[in-house]
């Protein structure tokens, strides 16, 4: 079965430090996005891509980065850690022009 | 520009009681609509959706009629199950069909 997967699950690194966390889909789906989710805030985007050498910039980029050099995947990285950087991080995927997300399961991520 | 706005959680009710959560969007035309629902520890998964006007979304015995007087898409059940407790996104995609637009999310707990 086609599915979403994010790893780590649960990641707790210090300020400052780099960190990147992975999103892997066999959906074969153009469409990938990062989000992450806080309480008060719901779903916020990070950045998105709609294909292989496509990133866009989403509501909430300062100090994330991604690059998608194939269509599976779509790591996330956060260049310096911070405190304010501690989140629910959620990726999900789609199909050019598709209505449905699937999202994977979530990577927990605390800053200390 | 695109929005979603639910009502604020949290919202606690007892089995078999009826259930509605409110759901207003502003838009650029008429966008799919949607509702996602989030099971404790997991991602988002599709509930229901409605591609135009009148339309009804319906699964698991949840209902969402799309609204474009009101520009609401309420989220409805009869009668509530200890399992339906999560928490319940409603959302957009704009007209490229490319992105989403999430409300903050509601979550329902149910008690026996």
């Known amino acids: 079965d086609a599915e979403i997967t994010q790893s780590p699950r649960h990641k707790i690194t210090e300020t400052g430090r780099q960190v990147t966390l992975a999103c892997h889909q066999t959906?074969?789906?153009?469409?990938m996005f990062w989000y992450r989710q806080d309480l008060g805030h719901g779903l916020r985007l990070i950045h998105y891509s709609y294909g292989v050498q496509d990133t866009n910039k989403g509501e909430v980029s300062d100090g994330y980065s991604v690059s998608r050099s194939n269509t599976e995947d779509l790591p996330l990285t956060l260049e310096s850690a911070a405190s304010s950087q501690t989140s629910v991080y959620f990726c999900a995927s789609s199909t050019a022009g598709g209505e449905t997300q699937y999202f994977g399961p979530g990577t927990r991520l605390l800053v200390l | 520009g695109n929005s979603v706005t639910q009502m604020e959680g949290p919202v606690t009710l007892s089995e078999e009681a009826f259930l509605t959560i409110n759901c207003t969007y502003t838009?650029?035309?008429?966008?799919?609509l949607f509702w996602y629902v989030q099971y404790p520890g997991e991602g988002l998964q599709l509930l229901l959706k409605a591609t135009k006007a009148d339309d009804k979304g319906s699964n698991k015995g949840f209902e969402a009629t799309y609204r474009k007087e009101t520009t609401s898409f309420h989220l409805e059940k009869g009668s509530v199950q200890v399992s339906d407790s999560a928490v319940y996104f409603c959302a957009l995609i704009d007209l490229t069909g490319n992105q989403f637009y999430f409300g903050t999310g509601t979550s329902l707990t149910v008690i026996p």
């Open positions: 838009a650029t035309g008429y966008p799919s």
């Open positions: 959906w074969n789906h153009n469409n």
